[in-house]
Each structure stands twice: as structure tokens, then as C-alpha cells.
């Protein structure tokens, strides 16, 4: 009988709602600020286009949406023989939004007359993944997506690291750091190490290295029988340390048969002196070429954003290029970011970060006497009416009901009106009683909000 | 090759979404100012949450969802060949939210214990329906919903309508009407016709005055073969006009056998002596002893939102008692209203009440030589600094593209940023130009913004 929510969603009830608003109200202001404009997509695809870009692992991770109506009136018994994955195409047309990427790049090619390049845009909606619920985990989640298309000027790549520096600064987010890397330099390396290792399991090997750990992943290679050469090179390449300028300074020595590498390493070190130009407290820019984001569709710089002690990431993005050729658009080139939401609510919620009691309601009167109704709907009418947040208490009821309603409602001003239209206001934090006329009250009350 | 939107869904685009966040803005400040809180809650519940309200000619469209994995396997050919209405429930365990008041109760029923009672919630979120397309309806749109549950109180239709009336006052809609009945009143008159007319036939009557008149209603019945006596007693409910005070004294008379009609004429007026005191301007409540808001489950007050001359009602709502009943929590009476997102922001487009250039970018910074970046990037960052919205241009170009992308953002100001770092501030509107230091430019800026 008694309901429950689908498996791995939620429920944000209003306290949680405040906090997340309180984000996505600084995201918000930052882009704006920035030159981004917002676009929202349907949460509705067709399967054709869902189905344009993640690979099969990640498309049995769609919810799919079954046809309406008689959704067998085309399926033979044969096909239904031959099992569900012969039939599910035919049997559903539409999935739900993945990711904010695909429909972004849906939306440009079929907006791309209309669209003022660069095209800079922010986006925050919800996805939806049938993935297995975990921790921190879930099936719907927000995503928060910022992209700037069509341009390949290095300005994109400092101004999206300017805005989470401005973000984070915003939400009283310290100690932050924000790693970056290209993966052309990657490819680089990969270069370096072939006829030692195989290009496929360097990439995994780099992948994994900050996962296990560099002593692990030694030891996995010593069992796959590479070469003591090999090793040798990974070695060098993992145990490079020091800051920026000094990292950037050894790598380059190993790479410098590979200008595609070197190039990319200039432009990062490059980045890196723009942004330290402009002396921003808290922001700390972190290269590392060990970084690699997985095997996403990124082509050149990658960055993410680490908090020391917290595993995941609370955000990451990339340079991509030519992802809108799957539509038919070509040469454009784009970067976008990605804030991971849950995480920085998670990492907030932890830190205490986020503002007590934003949104309450200042004042409550009392509702003690009905024939005096018309009167506190007055009351109630011209407090608003000079925009102080106030309720009135719904029913008739006692005294003691209503100060445990205001009381859990965190109402800060009682305004005790008597039967005698007499008014009392009352601080529930200090206790203070105040009688007087209801414009001298206000004056009062105004001076304390 | 070209990617198309699914049937009956919507991308919103830059403007649109503008336009969009002013009518949420106003909705929610308000909201707040009267005490109500917010909740989202998930777009994918249980089908077995899905189907407990709905009648099954709207459950038919529910989006449902297919199961991941081999959703055949505990499916049999006999089942099958029985036809697809046997093996759905088998195949699809949930569907998307088709509306926000089963959700809200869910919500209720789940946290029962930790809400404060009364309790006022709003909630803005989409909803799906499987509906065939037609103008202005739309497979997947926006519901704004709000709620007061737990209150038999008159306060909450009182407050509900004063909601309606700031809302509609900060968002500049003039010569609307707030349309007001109470189904108690229709079942009194329904009463009150019984053994001249089958009841049925009377809910329907009423229900299609609106829509096709009561000359094309009493030619129906006719046809019907209805006694003359019910056709006589149809034309006098019907034809009873004048102000509401007018219209609760003629009724009155007609339905004095019936007292549970007569304390709803009684508290529709006083309901409306209540907001009259308060001499708000604008407002405009109208009592229709014909106004039905169709066969839902509404059980005491409706009401509606109409604009002269606009057929569809821009929101909508009424008191519903027992609804969490479905979900076995018992005697709990609650009131809502939706407001109709789409109309509203129609009407408002068609009035020319959205803000022009709300959200705009105020200063561009031209980007004409790569050797100035370093430059150019500091002036921007200090722009923003003092919390100008501002942008680079982010390729070198030629000076003309440069302009023709600032005109087409409606950007006004552009500071271009000669070879010497001498900076000319213009202004695109009046075509003024300002040549001066950073700082006495800002200063300039900031009189003009």
C-alpha cells in the first residue's frame, strides 16, 4: 500500500531545494556574467540521435520509452524467437536525455542559421542512466554543462578556468585545485613508449594510475612481461614531480622528437602564465600529464577539478573536435565543462558551506479569534504589500499550535494580535515582546530584518 | 542525416529561456513571500505510483519505460499472442511524471512525519503526456503547481487568490478574471433538476455550456427528448446573470431546498467580501454557477484564471479532499492551483510584456592583436571584478566581425583596445565614443549601465 519512489531517484524536499537553488543561482550569475546563454532541450530524444555518439555499453544505459499504443502491431513471432535485443528497436522510438552534449550538438545543427558564433552556452538539467544505484549514485541526476563552440582560440580554455575559479569563490570553495593536461601530450607519450609497450595498454595504464597507484601498476606490467626498457621509460614518465614550470621542463625533454607534444605543452604553459598574471587568490592550477579522463571523445585539453581527500572529481571537460560531424556538420570545434553537482552538494553539505535560513518566512500573525479574520487578512495584506515574507496562520486554533508550526517553520517574528485588535510582536530567537501600533511595529521590524 | 526533435517536444532556445526565467522568477519570489516552500520531485516514478489516480484513458498516456536487460524473459509466446495490453505491465515497471499532484501526494504519504502541517508547497516542473501533438500542446511541458495541504481553512482559497493576483499584477496582465464555483453547488443544482433530467446528462450540460453555448445545449436536449419542464428549469439556472451578488440571491431562491448549496453560496460570498476589503486593484473575481473544470477530482471550491476573448483558461485549480486516501493516509482535505506555463507565456508574448534585453552582456572587449592578450585579459578580468558582465572577443579578427558579433548579442558598449593600450569606449546605440584612461572609463560605465 504506502509507495516508494523508483529505484536510484529522489525526492528534494525544501531544505535541500534551498541549498541546491543557492548553486545553481551562483552558476547561473557566473555565466551570465561571462557571456553565456541558456538553452534547455527536451528530457525526450529520438533513439536515432541518442544513439549517434555513446558507445553500446553506454546505450544500454538509456531508458527507453515503449511506442503508445499497440507497440507489437509490427513484430512477428520470429523476431520475438530470436530475442529481445531483435525486437527492442521496433518496439521503442524514443529514449531519455543521456547527456547534455548530444542534444547540444543536435540543437546547433538544426539551429545553426539562427546561432551567433562562438557559440557560448550553459545548460542544467537533469539525465537519466539506468545504471546500477550506488552511493552518490543515482539514475536521475542534474548535470551542469558549459560549452563555447566554435572557436579554438586558447581564450576559451581561460575563460571557462576563470569562471570556476569565480564559482568557487562564490560557494566559499577552498582548496580546490584544477588539473590540467592535453591529450596530445598524451599521445605523445604513448609515441614515446611504443616498441617498448603496446599503445592500448598505455592508455590504460595511464588511466589507471590514479586509481591504483604507480608501485601497482609497475607490478601489473613486470607480469605482462614488458620489456625492462619499457618499464624503464613508464618509469620516468610517472615519476616526473615538481611544480608546473619544472614538470613541463622534463617532459619536454622526453618528448621533443614529438612536436605535436611540445606544442601542447607550450600552450598549457602559456595558459598557465595568463591566468597567474591576474593574481587571483585560491586559484591553483595543477598540470599533470598523467591525467586522462577516460577515453572520452576530448582531443586536445582536459582538465578537471580535485579536492584534496575526495577521490571523484567535481568536475571535468575538454576540447573536442569535429564532434558535430556525426550530425553533418563539420570543422567545428568546441570546449566544455561539466560541474558535477551532487558532488559539490555533497562537498558543501560537509563543509558547511551553505547559507542558514535563506528563504524563510520573517513574520507569522496569529489567527486566535475568527471574527477578527478580516482584520488579520489586512494585517496580512499590508505586510506584503511593503514585501516582508509573512503568513498567516491558516486555522483557528490555540496559541501553543501555532508557535510550534512557526517554530518548526524557523519564523523568526510572531505578530500576536488580540481580540481588541491590539497588536504584540514577539522575537522567537530572543524572546523580546513589543507592543505598539501596527505602523510603529513595522518601523520595528524593519529595523531588525 | 539530419537530426529532427522527437514528435511534440521543444528546444528553448537563448530568448525563449529569458523570457521563460522572468515568469518563474516572479512565480517563485512570490510564492516565498507567502510562505510556500518548494519540492522537486523525480520525473521517473513506479508504474504502480503512475497508476493509482489517473483514470485509464489517461493512463494510456503515460510515457512508460522499458525495462533494461532481457525484458522478455519472463514473458510467454501464449502471452504474447493474447496481445500487447497482456504483457505491458510485465515489460515496463515505470513511466514518466504525467502530472504534479500523485507525486506531491507520494510525497506526502512518504514524509508524513518530518513535514510541518499545514503544508504549503510549490513545484515547477515538466510533466509527459503521450497526447497527439496539436498547436500550443505539447507531449512534454512545464507545470507550476501550488498546494496547500492539510487545512479546511477558507484563509487557504483567500490566500491562493491573493497569490494569483500579485503574480499576475508583477507580471503586468491586466483584465483577467478570476472565475470561481464550488462542485457542492453543482451537485445541489443537479439535485434540483433530478426527475426532470438523468444526473449524468446534467454534468455534461454544464460541463459544455462554455463550449458551444446554451442555444446549441437546449436544442440538444430537445433532441433528447427531455420533458419540458427539466428544458425550463436548464434555461432559468442558466440564463440567472448579473453581479455575483446578484447571481447568489437568484440561486439562492432556486436552491433553498438544498442546504449544502447554500453554505457554499454563503462561503463563495463571503470568500469574496474577504478580498474585496482589501481593495486591490486589478482584481477581478467573477462567481459562475456554471464553471465545472471538467469531471476532475475537485469536491468543494474550483476556480480558473480567463482572459476576455481567450478561450483556455490560464490556470486552473480547486479543493480536493481524501485525495491521499489512494495511498491510505485518511482524512487529510488540501487545495491546489496550476498555472498553465505555455499560455501565459503566449498571451505575454502577444502583449509585448517580456523586459527587453534582460539578460544581456554589457561591454565586449575587442581581441584585434595577439600580442595584447596578456593585456586584454586583465582589463576583462577587472570588468568583472566590479561586476560588469563582460566579454572578449575570443579570436583575433578583423574589427568588422568583431562588431557584427556584438550587434547581433545586443551588446552595447565595446571597449576597443588599440596597439599603444589607449582604450575606446563606445557606445553602439548612440554611436559616442570616449577615449580616456581604464579607471575614468569605468567611472563613465558605471553612470550609464
Chains 1, 2 share one sequence.
Not at 504506502?2 to 536510484?8: C, H, I, V
Not at 584544477?178 to 598524451?186: A, D, F, R, S
Not at 481580540?419 to 501596527?438: A, C, R, V, W
Amino acid at each position: 500500500m504506502k509507495p516508494t519512489l523508483a529505484n536510484g531517484t529522489r525526492d528534494f524536499g525544501p531544505r535541500e531545494m534551498d541549498n541546491r537553488k543557492y548553486i545553481f543561482s551562483i552558476m547561473r550569475k557566473t555565466f551570465e556574467k561571462y557571456g553565456f546563454v541558456n538553452i534547455e532541450t527536451p528530457a525526450i530524444e529520438n533513439n536515432s540521435t541518442l544513439n549517434k555518439k555513446y558507445g553500446s555499453e553506454a546505450s544500454q544505459l538509456i531508458f527507453k520509452i515503449i511506442n503508445s499504443g499497440n507497440f507489437l502491431s509490427k513484430i512477428k513471432i520470429e523476431d520475438i524467437n530470436k530475442g529481445y535485443k531483435n525486437i527492442i528497436d521496433n518496439i521503442t522510438k524514443k529514449g531519455m536525455r543521456y547527456d547534455l552534449t548530444i542534444p547540444l550538438i543536435r540543437y546547433i545543427v538544426m539551429n545553426s542559421n539562427k546561432i551567433i558564433f562562438p557559440f557560448k552556452r550553459y545548460q542544467i538539467q537533469n539525465v537519466w542512466r539506468s545504471d546500477r544505484p550506488q552511493k552518490n549514485r543515482y539514475k536521475e541526476f542534474c548535470q551542469c554543462d558549459i560549452d563555447i563552440v566554435g572557436s579554438k582560440s586558447k581564450v576559451c580554455e581561460i575563460e571557462i578556468i576563470l569562471i570556476i575559479s569565480e564559482i568557487f569563490h562564490n560557494l566559499k570553495i577552498k582548496n580546490y585545485k584544477i588539473i590540467i593536461n592535453n591529450k596530445k601530450i598524451l599521445e605523445s607519450i604513448s609515441r614515446y613508449m611504443k616498441g617498448s609497450i603496446k599503445e592500448n595498454l598505455i592508455f590504460i595504464t595511464i588511466d589507471k594510475v590514479h586509481k591504483i597507484g604507480i608501485k601497482k601498476i609497475l607490478k601489473f606490467l613486470e607480469k605482462k612481461e614488458i620489456p625492462l626498457l619499457g618499464i624503464k621509460k613508464l618509469k620516468n614518465i610517472f615519476r616526473i614531480k615538481g611544480d608546473n614550470f619544472k614538470k613541463k621542463n622534463i617532459l619536454s625533454k622526453y618528448l621533443k622528437k614529438y612536436k605535436i607534444g611540445i606544442n601542447s605543452l607550450n600552450e598549457i604553459n602559456e595558459i598557465i602564465k595568463y591566468i597567474n598574471n591576474l593574481k587571483i587568490k585560491n586559484i591553483n592550477i595543477e598540470f599533470d600529464h598523467t591525467l586522462s579522463r577516460g577515453l572520452t571523445y576530448y582531443t586536445d585539453f582536459i582538465f578537471e577539478i580535485k579536492i584534496t581527500n575526495i577521490k571523484e572529481s567535481l568536475g571535468g571537460g575538454g576540447r573536442y573536435n569535429n564532434l558535430t560531424n556525426i550530425f553533418g556538420l563539420n570543422n567545428i570545434s568546441g570546449i566544455g565543462f561539466s560541474f558535477g553537482i551532487d558532488r559539490i552538494y555533497n562537498f558543501m553539505k560537509e563543509m558547511n558551506l551553505f547559507p542558514h535560513n535563506n528563504n524563510n518566512i520573517k513574520i507569522m500573525i496569529t489567527n486566535l479569534n475568527k471574527k477578527l479574520l478580516n482584520f488579520l487578512i489586512k494585517i496580512l495584506f499590508k505586510l506584503r504589500k511593503i514585501n516582508i515574507a509573512s503568513e498567516l496562520y491558516l486555522n483557528t486554533n490555540k496559541l501553543k499550535k501555532q508557535l510550534i508550526y512557526a517554530n518548526k517553520k524557523k519564523i523568526n517574528y510572531i505578530m500576536l494580535i488580540k481580540e481588541d485588535k491590539s497588536i504584540i510582536l514577539k522575537n522567537m530567537t530572543t524572546g523580546e515582546q513589543y507592543k505598539n501600533t501596527f505602523n510603529n511595529l513595522i518601523k520595528t521590524v524593519k529595523k531588525m530584518i
